[in-house]
């Protein structure tokens, strides 16, 4: 049953409850099910970077070394042991982050929820990018704010734009300097200095989401944004793309006074995020797993991007574009103007080809000729198959 | 640091995250840290009852069956072997639950908060017991409801007292009719099938939160609300007394409209519970543990509260009350008029020993007199010697 066709209840819903519609993620993710489809739709990280045996040593260490903690109620913060950890990860130079700023959540899509709550009042104002990314426009929208699109390009938010009418009584900005989800571009250095002085000034909280700084494909990462005004960013990082998604660890680094909120606001959602996932991730990491790890996830997805640039520059038609990622999972297509992607998506899924289209990741301006390509999950053979099938419907759409 | 001494952020808060205080329970956590306390305050599971060698053993099946599954991305509804499991779980007679009902949460205080963001607008009325689950009253004060406490005796919600002018425009009714945290009083029989009825007459969803209902002493449960009203009745189960709280794995079970909508509240607030959590509590008990494993748990907590019990006969002066409890953790003391709970904590904690005070539990009448004894965790001996000192603190106390 599609969910636009369930029945409605008797009872009175929320305000957001009933703006709540079916969302392009949830519908696509059921498309890609399908074993014939070659999906670029999901944003699944591969499995083949799954380290399943380190994990499953990890795991087995968790119960040999203390099952009962593993097992028990726990604190709201974080397993202190894996939030040292991270505060040691983004410490280094004159930076230091301390673990009374990290706070460990469900997965960092449970960060964007955290922020919402402690940040976002009805039709208060969130500068987001443009475009910017689904989840967090499908978490904020849960606390019903007033969007204000940051005139972004082709290397991201544009920091010369966030004018004082622009950003007036903004309650946050939120972005994602690092091969943004879904145009995989990254923000140059100035542009990351101009939103740090930014984020000093203390206005409003900078959030920076970096969920896929670790997939450089150089392994040249600039500075982040918390590292440039380490007392002023907000900062989601996730082990979701180096080690595992289903675990569904990530964390939160904020100034004190936002972390005590974010805390309560998180005991009263799902009291602690499981002490058993945590308990294995540290297990996992403690000994500099990730040093040898990160760099074979790394060469994967660079492959496979230069696989899928490849087969764009040999088959699609004049008049699409697309850029060249430095990192991540993604690469971001503009169309011809006489394209919409969503009816683009309709006629490639009837070819076993699915994509996201571009529309659900901008707050306001439509986007109706852009779409995301992942190709994480895809085979270099599959990438070249899928892109054809693509580009011939491009190529004869109808003007 | 306490948190209300927190430095405010320079940034403007949303009006439910400039509400939130440092919660009682999170205090109170921090003292019970200490090993020389004597708590019966915590509300934890005892670390006795978790089945380490049968997770230890699911965990291993886990990786060996399927362990990319184990760790990639899941859907939000949660896994589905669990989800059928659950709906056999609670169907028997004529009542058929089914697998399209379940939502798995990240435990059962997610269910509370995902209710909350679907049910609950500012200022909606949500009608719970007096007194009713301290973390309820967290979860549901994030969306700012105005709350009606319903009248409520020694056994629980008083349904004749459910009239119009009480529940006109009530957005949800909660209730825990097992073994209630706090007061581990049970709803009879009557009672039960009093709220079924309303619940059928659909003016508004009534919440039945069941974490306890295993915990009868003398295995003769009561039907459940859902049992009811299957098609009425949004029930939240939880394995957290049964197997471990440290995994928090939880469920809903509710009408297809509104689970629904609970579905695309949970994709934005964590994407899905950890998978791996998921597949472990499904290997654990799919072949039947729980029937062996829950008499044992039922068996340790008649004894704590047999020994609780006993002592308070033997110790306490004329003037306390208590109930006592056909299930569950904990015991409810009423102190005569002259003694204020949250002072007699203060006492109390100076001579190494906790509880919960009462008056958290109340959404709108203080209850000041009233306390909180869980013994799942302390050993008869224990139990003895904390109630010894806090019978003496009460008969000491200054009128």
Redesign the interface.
Known sequence: MN?ND????????????RK?T??A??EI?KVTERPEIISFA?G??S?ET?P?AA??AA?DRV?AND??????????EGYMPLREWIAARHSSGGVTIRATQVLV???S??A??LIG?????PD?RVLVETPTYL?AL??F???EPAYASVPSDDQGLIPASLTASLTD?A??LYTQPNFQNPTARRLPLERRQALAEIARQ????VIEDDPYGALDYRGEPLPTLLSLAPEHIVYFGSF?KVL?????VGYVIA????H??L???K???????????QR?VYEAIKDGFLEQHVPTVRALYREQCAAMLAALTRAMPPGVTWNTPEGGMFVWLTLPAHIDSMALLSASVAQNVAFVPGEPFYANDPGKHTLRLCFSTVSPARINAGVDILARLIADWPR
């Open positions: 969910m369930a029945p409605q209840p008797t009872w009175q819903l929320s305000q957001r409850a709540l079916s969302s993620i949830r993710l999901g699944l990280p499995p799954f399943i994990m499953r795991t119960f099952p009962v903690a593993a097992l028990q109620y726990a604190p709201t959540t469900t997965g899509q449970q964007l929820d709550k402690v940040l976002i009042d208060s989840g499908q978490s929208s849960m606390y009584g309650r946050l203390g206005r409003f909280p979701s595992a998604p289903g675990l569904r100034p004190e006074e936002l005590f909120k805390v309560q606001a005991q009263a959602t799902d009291l602690h995020t499981p002490i058993l996932t294995i």
